[in-house]
């Protein structure tokens, strides 16, 4: 049963415009969520988190939306560089002794 | 600031040892991650504090691994029983809010 669901595989967005990151999710018990970058032949690292209190959290170029509603998250990436080319992960958090695992992740693209 | 320290530098066990390893991050920062860094697997995020709560655990590769942070300056990673298979250089990073800061490693070898 997968928590978390990021329905593009991939996305491609020209240097300079918006990359918007979509996950969806299925608990509404969920009260935060993190955002990992990783790049090939590397581990995952932490990119940005949001708590379920906020709607919004912004680091830099980098912004999560949280749509309780919806049970939806977003991550836009505004302006989109060349380094942003990587593939990103949404995951919630653990959840007593249960292991959870990430999305499927979205391969970002940035094109010059 | 001498930003973030690890301990030690460089472990050599045997096979069933208990390891231990320390880090403490920049003073200030509230969050705290330990990494593994291998030639086959790369760097992986094995746990994240936030003001010293564990958050995210999930890649600790198994029970052999915990990771604990008593207090804002000091976490500990420790192994037990240590395996030939978890020989990697062990990374401590610390964060407020931003840019991720690296120690400098301890290389742990398992005979």
């Not at chain 2, 942070?69 to 990073?93: G, H, W």
């Amino acid at each position: 049963d997968q928590q978390v669901k990021q329905n593009s595989p991939s996305l491609s967005v020209q240097e300079g415009r918006i990359s918007i990151l979509n996950c969806d999710y299925t608990n509404s018990m969920f009260d935060y969520f993190l955002w990992y970058k990783k790049y090939p032949a590397e581990g995952p690292t932490f990119l940005i988190s949001i708590s379920s209190i906020k709607d919004k959290n912004e680091d830099g170029r980098f912004t999560v939306f949280l749509n309780k509603s919806a049970k939806h998250l977003s991550l836009h990436i505004v302006p989109s560089q060349p380094g942003d080319s990587a593939v990103y992960f949404c995951r919630p958090p653990i959840q007593g002794a249960q292991k959870l695992v990430f999305g499927q992740g979205t391969r970002l693209t940035i094109n010059p | 600031d001498a930003g973030v320290i690890q301990s030690p530098r460089h472990e050599v066990t045997e096979m069933g040892q208990e390891v231990t390893l320390r880090c403490k991050p920049i003073s200030g920062h509230n969050s705290l991650f330990w990494y593994r860094q291998t030639m086959m697997r790369g760097l992986e995020l094995l746990i994240y504090f936030n003001n010293n709560v564990p958050i995210d655990d999930s890649g600790m590769p198994e029970d052999r691994f915990s990771a604990k942070m008593p207090n804002a300056s000091f976490s500990t990673l420790k192994i037990q029983p240590s395996e030939p298979r978890d020989s990697a250089v062990y990374f401590c990073a610390s964060r407020e809010s931003g840019e991720l800061f690296f120690g400098e490693g301890s290389r742990l070898t398992v005979l």
